[in-house]
Nanobody, 116 residues
C-alpha cells in the first residue's frame, strides 16, 4: 500500500488558475504510471490526466489545452497545473497510481471550487 497526499485546492474565480500537488510515500514512485482524477458534485469520478513513467501525458477532452500534468520522480511528486478554470471544474481532485492493472491507492483528495 502507498499513501498519496493531495494539496493545492481552493476557491478560484472563473478563468483563474490553480496548481495541485501530489506527494507519494515510498521510494519507487518512478515505476508507476500516475493519474489525476476528479469527482464533481453529483458526478461520477473521472480521469482527467495521466502521465507514464517516462513522462508521456494524456488528457480528458474536457481539460485538454487547459490542464498540464507533470511529475518529478526524484521528489516522489506530481502536479496538475490548471488554467482557465470554469465552474464545471469544481470537484474533489485525487491522485493515484496505476498498479497491477488497477488504480489502487485513493487519498483524501483536495477540493477545487470555481465560483464568482
Amino acid at each position: 500500500q502507498v499513501n498519496f497526499v493531495e494539496s493545492g485546492g481552493g476557491l478560484v474565480q472563473p478563468g483563474g488558475s490553480l496548481t495541485l500537488s501530489c506527494v507519494a510515500s515510498g521510494n519507487i514512485f518512478s515505476t508507476w504510471d500516475m493519474g489525476w482524477f476528479r469527482r464533481g458534485p453529483g458526478k461520477e469520478r473521472e480521469l482527467v490526466a495521466s502521465i507514464t513513467t517516462s513522462g508521456r501525458a494524456r488528457y480528458a477532452d474536457s481539460v485538454e489545452g487547459r490542464f498540464t500534468i507533470s511529475r518529478d520522480n526524484a521528489k516522489n511528486s506530481m502536479w496538475l497545473q490548471m488554467n482557465g478554470l470554469q465552474p464545471e471544474d469544481t470537484a474533489v481532485y485525487f491522485c493515484n497510481r496505476y498498479y497491477n492493472n488497477n488504480w489502487d491507492s485513493w487519498g483524501r483528495g483536495t477540493q477545487v471550487t470555481v465560483s464568482s
